[in-house]
């Protein structure tokens, strides 16, 4: 069917189902949802900071708030950490041990 220049396709639901579902099925292949395959994020929520630091959303507010902790971005209201950031700072305060010299 021709409107104005433009073809139209019409389709039962039936003809449809397979389309859709290989487009799906190509869509995961391409972009995988097992974070494990993704490329580290560079920038990291607070969330983000929590769920992969084990610091608590709280506690970076907290150190925001007394100007103290690591240094963080922001991008009109959200707040984001730089992942080389966060490793060089929670490695600032290792403290090395008689057995860690060994």
Not at 15 to 26: F, G, K, M, S, Y
Not at 45 to 74: M, N
Request: glycine share 4%.
């Amino acid at each position: 069917m021709m409107t104005e220049g433009k073809t139209i396709i019409l389709s039962s639901p039936d003809e449809l189902l397979p389309l859709i579902t290989e487009a799906v099925r190509i869509a995961l292949c391409e972009h995988p949802t097992n974070t494990s395959e993704l490329p580290d994020k560079r920038l990291l929520a607070p969330k983000d900071v929590e769920r992969e630091f084990g610091i608590p959303q709280r506690t970076l507010a907290y150190w925001r708030q007394e100007s103290v902790g690591p240094a963080y971005t922001t991008f009109g209201r959200r707040i984001f950490y730089e992942r080389d950031v966060l490793e060089a700072y929670i490695a600032s305060g290792r403290i090395h041990t008689s057995e860690s010299s060994k």
